[in-house]
């Protein structure tokens, strides 16, 4: 008897660039203060990548992209530096992993982490220029896997 061989199924990611307006999304957070960081952070971001914001799904502004590959197998792109301001924290995105940052993160000023996520509650809890040189670090480091403008992976 045999079996028949099984098909993937194709899943779509939830979180993709979309053509939605940063400005509105920024201008849509309640607080003043936040919106402020957020202008910040997107200064900082296209900075670092050469890249304008765009959002990602309905509340991440990511900055560039490049191909992830879950354990899964599927494949799909993410920003290469994001950051979404939720309710109690400024949430960036840091895609290499926060590991290899501890000497800065040492020096950065009160925050938490997770694997890939650096939590702050405002920009004025931080170093300045420790977060640019987090930020400038982390993109140089996703330079090789970087999908160049106009160009697919």
Not at 66 to 86: E, L
Not at 104 to 131: E, F, M, P
């Amino acid at each position: 008897m045999s079996s028949s061989p099984k098909t993937a199924t194709k899943t779509v990611a939830k979180t993709i660039a979309t053509a939605a307006s940063v400005k509105d999304f920024i201008a849509s957070q309640p607080n003043e203060a936040r919106r402020a960081d957020c202008l910040a952070l997107v200064k900082l971001m296209e900075t670092a990548t050469s890249e304008k914001a765009r959002l990602w799904g309905s509340a991440i502004v990511g900055f560039g992209a490049y191909q992830i590959q879950y354990a899964g197998g599927r494949t799909g792109d993410w920003p290469v530096v994001a950051f979404s301001p939720r309710k109690g924290d400024l949430t960036l995105y840091i895609m290499p992993g926060l590991d290899r940052y501890a000497e800065l993160l040492a020096q950065l000023g009160t925050h938490k982490t997770g694997k890939s996520c650096l939590y702050i509650k405002r920009l004025a809890d931080v170093d300045g220029a420790v977060l640019q040189a987090l930020i400038e670090a982390s993109v140089q480091a996703m330079a090789p896997q970087r999908i160049t403008p106009g160009k697919t992976a």
